[in-house]
Every structure is written in structure tokens, then in C-alpha cells.
């Protein structure tokens, strides 16, 4: 059963807060209400929240302390959620996360020449 409705959704994930530079992160961040949007658009490959190099503009979700992330990419109609061991240092937290989400994508056929959402 459907808990939020579409316009919901929509309204979390709209970018209210775009471009700023977020001191937690160290990075301009786009927002949404309680969300990240991916937020790749600014120039970092592997900025906090990109979501990895295959995910849409319109991704988003959240982490947790460098070692858990939630996020959903409604063009391919994705949602992912994992948990990592450890809490390494903030940049290779980053690259791992970057990589993982890469291959997930790349796994499921949702990336590269040949994808048409």
C-alpha cells in the first residue's frame, strides 16, 4: 500500500536548497525536505551524495555515518540501501560509496551504451 502520496514524494525530492555550501559535508549540496538531491551537477565526481557516476539528476536519499546509505533514483525506477563495515576516513568513505553504487548500477544493466530509461 502507498504510505506517501506522488505529491509527497515530489515535494521531498524537489530541490529546495541548491547549491550551498554545506559545512557538515564540506561541499555545495542540493536539498530537498530532509533529503539529498543528487548533487554530482556541481563538479565533484564523487561528491557526498552523488549516488555514483550512473545515478539521475532527480536521485536522492541519505547517509549515515560513513558506513550506511538509502537513496532512490526514480528514473530507473532504483532504491538501494546498504551498510558497510568500518568508518573510514571521510574521502575514502566517499570513493568507496561512489564505487559501490557504480556497480550496482553496472550490475543491473542501468548504466552505458544501450540504457534507454
Known amino acids: ?8 514524494v515530489e515535494a521531498l525530492a ?3 536548497r541548491v547549491g550551498l555550501y554545506d559545512h557538515t559535508f564540506r561541499a555545495a549540496l542540493d536539498w530537498g525536505l530532509g ?7 556541481h563538479g565533484e565526481a564523487d561528491a557526498p551524495h552523488s549516488f555514483g557516476p ?12 560513513r558506513s550506511t546509505a538509502a ?3 526514480p528514473e530507473p525506477g532504483l532504491v538501494v ?6 568508518t573510514p576516513a571521510e574521502a575514502a568513505h566517499r570513493r568507496r560509496a561512489h564505487h559501490l553504487c557504480g556497480a550496482i548500477y ?3 544493466g542501468l548504466s552505458g551504451e544501450g540504457y534507454n530509461p
Open 14 to 16: 524537489a530541490r529546495h
Open 81 to 86: 540501501a546498504f551498510a558497510l563495515n568500518g
Open 35 to 41: 533529503v539529498v538531491v543528487n548533487s554530482a551537477w
Open 71 to 73: 537513496f532512490c533514483d
Open 54 to 65: 550512473h545515478a539521475s539528476l532527480r536521485a536522492y536519499g541519505h547517509s549515515g555515518f
Open 1 to 8: 500500500a502507498r504510505i506517501l502520496s506522488p505529491q509527497t
Open 106 to 108: 553496472e550490475d543491473l
